[in-house]
């Protein structure tokens, strides 16, 4: 699912974090998964997104954290 279709569901988050990967440097890589952005639900959990390519803005859904403590 994209970051746009969760936040059409389910709402939009209370916080988000964005971090890159380390495929962010290998020389000629032209792929996905360089940058990875963290949305937290309070009181739910944490949706972690992957982007498709290095140059696109599309997010992916890659990892769902259930955790009811999240602050």
Known sequence: MSRRQVEQLIGF????????TGKQFIPFYFGGDT???????????????????????????LIITVDANTP
């Open 13 to 20: 988050p209370d916080h988000t974090s964005s971090h890159i």
């Open 35 to 61: 940058r990875r952005t963290e949305a937290s639900y309070k009181g739910q959990g944490v949706l972690t997104y992957d982007n498709n390519s290095q140059f696109g803005s599309t997010d992916t859904l």
